[in-house]
């Protein structure tokens, strides 16, 4: 089934657009007032999908919106769900470039699981992306991405922000993500804040930004 989600508009006739991708447990509007504290210098459109519900091994098989499973005795649990997840969004995707917006002006988005699933479709698309904002994340199997990654991809820019002080995300889990990167080529633009598992006012500043940098080099 196609994903619901929210759809917001900065300024008229939106010639870009950035699909963002909620944590676990939450929903679209979860990102819903950050996107009025963007200042962007040109008109986008803001697609905030809703995970599906499933069950959640973390959480005691309780029913939850989430990308995929987590399991804490496997840490490579959800696999097959995080490139399920990936799909439906490349869906999305394809749904803007029908509207007039080609994904070289599409930036992905994503914060904690859905930071995973935009970074597992942004490096496996045979289509480059205006760029990834990964927010207090990690990339999936990182020691192996290099197997998949696509020449397409290796331009798209990626924003890459972690807490210090993150208890759901070791810091060390988002530094061996960012090195995997940038050991296959890939531009990434690192943030850390002394936060948690979260996102701060110095943050959505550098998101804004970096937003504004990649989209005045597509337009």
């Not at 210098?41 to 069950?55: E, G, K, T, Y």
């Not at 599409?106 to 597992?120: N, P, W």
């Not at 490096?123 to 998949?148: C, I, K, M, W």
Request: hydrophobic residues 45%.
């Amino acid at each position: 089934m196609p994903l619901e989600a929210i759809e917001l508009v900065r300024g008229n006739d939106p010639t870009h657009c950035v699909i963002w991708l909620h944590g676990l447990g939450a929903d679209g509007h979860d990102f819903e007032p950050v996107v009025p504290e963007l200042n962007l210098d040109l008109a986008v459109r803001f697609i905030l999908p809703h995970a599906p519900i499933r069950p959640v091994t973390l959480n005691g098989g309780m029913q939850m919106r989430a990308w995929y499973d987590i399991n804490p005795g496997d840490v490579r649990s959800g696999a097959d769900e995080i490139r399920e997840s990936a799909s439906l969004i490349h869906e999305l995707v394809e749904n803007e470039t029908a509207r007039g917006i080609p994904s070289s002006r599409i930036a992905l988005a994503g914060f904690s699981q859905g930071g995973v699933v935009a970074l597992q479709l942004a490096v496996r698309a045979e289509q480059p992306f205006a760029g990834v904002v990964a927010l207090s994340t990690y990339l999936h199997n990182h020691e192996n991405v290099g197997d998949e990654v696509s020449f397409a991809s290796v331009n798209t820019p990626i924003f890459m922000a972690h807490g210090t002080l993150d208890p759901m995300i070791p810091l060390s889990r988002a530094v061996s993500s960012r090195n995997a990167l940038e050991a296959l080529n890939y531009n990434v633009e690192w943030r850390q804040y002394d936060m948690a598992h979260q996102v701060c006012y110095d943050e959505i500043a550098d998101i804004s930004a970096f937003l504004n940098l990649i989209f005045m080099r597509k337009t």
